[in-house]
C-alpha cells in the first residue's frame, strides 16, 4: 500500500533558523504532491502542491519544496523561519487519476524566540 | 465565499450511543472526505465519497458509516461510540485529485 514517511516528529528551531523537513513516499508511478500546515487550534491549509512542470514549487509564506522523483521525496524548505511558523506540517501524496490522499504523520515544528 | 463547515464543534457521548457529525459544503465539490486525527497517527481517511450515492471506506472504517444523498453533504455515524473513538474528526472537500479544503473539525469525547 502507498505510503508517506516523514522522518522528524518534532523540530525545534531559533527564529531566522532554515527549515528543512523531509518527505518521502512509497509509490513508484504518477503521483501528486502537498504540504498542509496546520496552525495550533485550527484546520490543514495548503502550503504548497506539486504536480508536474519545475520540481522547485514555491508556496506561501515563503515555504519552497523540491520533488525528486529518483529519490520518492518531496521535502520542504523555507530559508528563515519565524515565530509563527510553529505548526504541524503535513506532507500527503495521490495518485493521479483522483484517489485519496495518503498523509505522513506530521512534523511538529515549534520555533523560539 | 464557498466554505466547508462542520456541526458540532465539540461533542461529549457516552460509549454505545449513536452519534452524527455533520460536514456542508459550498465548493460544490464532488469529492469529500472524513478523517480523524490522533496524536502520533496524523490524519487518517475514514470514509470517502466521489459523488451522490457513492461511499467508499477508507483506512479506518471499522465503527463508521457515511451517506452521500446530495453534492454538499457527508455525514458521518458512529454506529455504537467507543472510547477508542474519542479524536478530532476533519471533513475535507475536493475537486478531482486537486486540492482538499478542510473544515474546522469536531473534536468528540467518547466517555
Known amino acids: 500500500a502507498q505510503s508517506v514517511s516523514q522522518h522528524n516528529h518534532h523540530v525545534i528551531l531559533s527564529e531566522a533558523a532554515s527549515l528543512e523537513l523531509g518527505c518521502n513516499y512509497s509509490?513508484?508511478?504518477?503521483?501528486?504532491l502537498f504540504w498542509y500546515v496546520q496552525y495550533p487550534g485550527q484546520h490543514l491549509q495548503l502550503l504548497l502542491k506539486?504536480?508536474?512542470?519545475?520540481?522547485l514549487v514555491k508556496g506561501i509564506k515563503g515555504f519552497e519544496a523540491e520533488f525528486i522523483k529518483s529519490k520518492f521525496s518531496f521535502n520542504l524548505r523555507k530559508p528563515s523561519v519565524q515565530w509563527s511558523d510553529t505548526a504541524e506540517y503535513f506532507c500527503?501524496?495521490?495518485?493521479?487519476?483522483?484517489?485519496?490522499?495518503?498523509f505522513g504523520k506530521g512534523t511538529r515544528l515549534s520555533v523560539i524566540a | 465565499d464557498a466554505e466547508i463547515t462542520q456541526s458540532p464543534r465539540h461533542k461529549i457521548t457516552e460509549t454505545g450511543r449513536q452519534v452524527t457529525l455533520a460536514c456542508h459544503q459550498t465548493?460544490?465539490?464532488?469529492?469529500m472526505f472524513w478523517y480523524r486525527q490522533d496524536l502520533g497517527h496524523g490524519l487518517r481517511l475514514i470514509h470517502y465519497?466521489?459523488?451522490?450515492?457513492?461511499?467508499n471506506k477508507g483506512e479506518v472504517s471499522d465503527g463508521y458509516s457515511v451517506s452521500r444523498s446530495n453534492t454538499e453533504d457527508l455525514p458521518l455515524t458512529l454506529e455504537s461510540a467507543a472510547s477508542s473513538q474519542t479524536s478530532v474528526y476533519f471533513c475535507?472537500?475536493?475537486?478531482?485529485?486537486?486540492?482538499?479544503?478542510f473544515g474546522p473539525g469536531t473534536r468528540l469525547t467518547v466517555l
Open positions: 475535507a472537500s475536493s475537486e478531482n485529485t486537486d486540492t482538499q479544503y
Open positions: 509509490y513508484g508511478g504518477t503521483v501528486n
Open positions: 506539486y504536480f508536474s512542470g519545475d520540481p
Open positions: 500527503a501524496v495521490t495518485l493521479t487519476g483522483n484517489t485519496p490522499l495518503v
Open positions: 465548493w460544490n465539490h464532488n469529492n
Open positions: 465519497s466521489y459523488g451522490v450515492h457513492d461511499t
